[in-house]
């Protein structure tokens, strides 16, 4: 079975790469999307719609356009991978997992266990709970009939 699934949330680790790799290894039909992880280019995403003299609103401007990448990547996917870092809130993550659930989007969250209850919530919804990418590889192995 193709899948196309999104990768969201944390982009200072290589998770990202981890499940890529683990599933082309395993012949997985799988076609993988993500927002932007460059921070320059993503917070210059809207730059080309005239310059603001105030931050938040060039900040909002970009957001805008990035979202509207992010909400066409997360409606056409059979599912998402929500990854949330110890390190930094990734509260565009926890945005991205809000909208899966409206949608009724499956999706599995990856995190460590030292962020289970910040993120009680947001398990609640997903259809797993993940703690390292090998667990998402398998789910996906799984859910692909592999």
Not at 7 to 13: A, D, N, P, R
Not at 83 to 96: I, V
């Amino acid at each position: 079975m193709k899948l196309e699934v999104y990768l969201s949330g944390e982009i200072h680790t290589d998770w990202r790469e981890k499940i890529i790799q683990g599933c082309q290894d395993n012949d997985l039909d799988i076609v993988f999307t993500s927002a932007n992880t460059d921070h320059e280019s993503s917070d210059s995403a809207g730059d080309h719609l005239g310059a603001q003299d105030q931050q938040f609103v060039r900040d909002n401007q970009s957001a805008k356009v990035n979202a509207i990448k992010i909400k066409t990547l997360i409606e056409r996917c059979d599912i998402a991978i929500i990854r949330f870092g110890d390190k930094y809130k990734q509260w565009n993550a926890a945005f991205d997992a809000g909208y899966c659930a409206a949608l009724s989007k499956p999706y599995i969250t990856l995190h460590s266990e030292d962020i289970v209850h910040p993120l009680k919530e947001v398990d609640a919804s997903a259809q797993a709970w993940a703690t390292s990418v090998e667990q998402v590889i398998t789910t996906l192995k799984y859910i692909s009939d592999k």
